[in-house]
Each structure stands twice: as C-alpha cells, then as structure tokens.
C-alpha cells in the first residue's frame, strides 16, 4: 500500500505509498503524503471550513479567540476526511491532556497548523507505528528560538548544510522536525521530550534521522532512532518522522 492525499473543498487529500490518490490535490498535500510511509493517508486544507466541530471535540475553546477555533476545527475536518478515506470513521476525535489527539483504536495519527495549512495524516498502526507531521512557514528561524531549540551540534551542522545549499532555512527544518517528532513520541510515551534531549542530522536529500534519549517500543522492539523526510514546498516546510511496522531495524 502507497500513502494518499484527498480534497474536499478547500481542502486536499493525498497518500504515501499504494492507495489510489484522488484528483485535484493540491502540491502541497502531494508533497506531504511523499514524507510519509506506505499506507499513511493525509489530508490538507489552504483555507478554514466552517463550524464542522463534532460533539465532544470543542470542550477545550471554551475561551479561544476565533481563529483557534478555526483552525482547530479545520484540522479535525481534515483528520475526520483522512480517517473516512482509511474506511476508519469515528464520531469524535478528542483531546488528550497535553493536547494530542486522541485517534480511534487501531490509529496513529497528527495534526499540523500553520499560517495558510492545516493537515492531518493518519495510518492503521499495523502499517505505522508512530507517526508525527510538522508545517512552518519557509523563513529563517529567529536568532534566539535557534539558541532555545537546537543544540550546539545541530548548529554546527547548520553551518555546513547552509554552505551546501543556501536557499533553505535550515533552521526551521530543524525545529519543525523537532516538533513532528515531539507529535510522534508523545502518544507512545506520554512524556515531555525537550529540544535538547534529542540530536538531529539532516541530510539535503530530503531526509533525517533523530537519536532519542529513551527507547520507543514498537511491537517487541525498542527504537531509539526515528527517521523522516523533509520538503519546501509552495513557501512551507514540511516535515513528517514515521516509525514503519515494516522497516524497524532491530537494535
Ligand atoms: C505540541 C507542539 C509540538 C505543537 O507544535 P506547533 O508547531 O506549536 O503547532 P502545530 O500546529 O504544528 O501542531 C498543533 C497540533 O499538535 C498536536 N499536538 C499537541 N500536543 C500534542 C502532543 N502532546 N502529542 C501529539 N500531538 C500533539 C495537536 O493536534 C495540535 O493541534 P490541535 O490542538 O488543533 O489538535 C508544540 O507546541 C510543543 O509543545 N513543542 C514542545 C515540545 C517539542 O516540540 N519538543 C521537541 C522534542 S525533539
């Protein structure tokens, strides 16, 4: 199975690896589903849908300003979207403690916002083990968020990426991998990760690989390095880390 990208109005679907992908996706939600493992489905949005919150989904914007609202029930529009197109429907995606979704049995899945998309990927977890999708607008990352959020070696290897090839903004890849990382991890292990526990090497070829500080159990194994893709596309970058069922080396 491939992963797939989907449209609904305004909204765009597509997936990574094997199912059909549906017309008139946009190049953004294309290039989303190429991030991602075999079987992954996601679905992406350029502009807000009105008013879709399903019940049990609004309990925590009882006090957020409008366009939290928005976003946030454009994003689950987006995640119910991907969850039909797996055949994998549910009445209600919550709200977990610190803010994760909480995905039907038998799902992993993320939520992305940001400044023109909202996108969600979901995958059965027998194909995926963990999955974690990240968008930021393509622009350099302020001086003192890189002192917060990447380590000493990471800022070195900045350094040689930008000499290689500098049209990118290096540092937000970084930190938006960092993030979809933190979106994959947490579900797992119901824990705080910090920046500075992790250490990330980039590659130009549009992938990664992040070392962990404790192990992540998939199946009877335990993971310590995730691996993902990045992109710049139509003025985003796109991250997604993935654990494949398939393709977890044993330690
Ligand atoms: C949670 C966090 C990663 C969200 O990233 P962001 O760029 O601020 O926002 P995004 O729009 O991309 O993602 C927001 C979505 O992430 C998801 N999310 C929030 N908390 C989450 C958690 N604990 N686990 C998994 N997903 C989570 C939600 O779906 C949320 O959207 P929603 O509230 O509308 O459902 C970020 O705010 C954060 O707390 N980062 C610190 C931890 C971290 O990144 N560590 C790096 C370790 S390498």
């Known amino acids: 199975m491939r992963s797939t990208a989907a449209t609904t109005t305004g909204t765009d679907s597509a997936s990574g690896g094997g199912v059909p992908v549906p017309s008139g996706q946009s190049a953004v939600a294309r290039a989303l589903a190429a991030l991602l493992p075999d079987g992954a489905v996601v ?5 807000d849908v009105a008013g879709d919150l399903r019940p049990g989904e609004g309990e925590s914007l ?8 928005a976003e946030f029930a454009t994003g689950r529009s987006c995640a119910h979207h991907a969850l039909d197109l797996l055949g994998l429907s549910t009445a209600t995606i919550g709200r977990g403690g610190r803010g994760e979704p909480l995905w039907p049995g038998g799902v992993v899945g993320s939520i992305t916002h940001c400044e023109g998309l909202r996108a969600a990927a979901v995958a059965r977890a027998d ?40 049209d990118v903004a290096w540092g937000r890849v970084v930190f938006s991998l960092k993030e ?17 526990e992790v250490d990330t090497v980039v590659n130009p070829d549009g992938t990664f690989t992040v ?4 192990p992540l159990g998939v199946g009877d194994e335990r993971v310590m390095t995730v691996h993902g893709r990045w992109a ?17 080396p044993r330690l």
């Open 211 to 214: 070392a962990l500080p404790r």
């Open 180 to 196: 979809a990382v933190y979106k994959l991890w947490y579900p797992l292990r119901h824990e705080w990760l910090g920046f500075e």
């Open 62 to 69: 009882a006090r957020a300003v409008p366009s939290r609202v």
């Open 43 to 47: 679905v992406a949005a350029t502009e």
């Open 127 to 166: 194909d995926v083990a963990g999955l974690g999708i990240d968008a930021e607008p393509h622009l350099p990352l302020p001086e003192d968020v890189l002192d917060l959020t990447l380590t000493p070696p990471e800022r070195r290897r900045l350094v040689e990426l930008h000499r290689a090839v500098p």
């Open 232 to 248: 710049v596309t139509g003025g985003f970058v796109l991250t997604a880390a993935a654990l494949d069922c398939a393709k977890q």
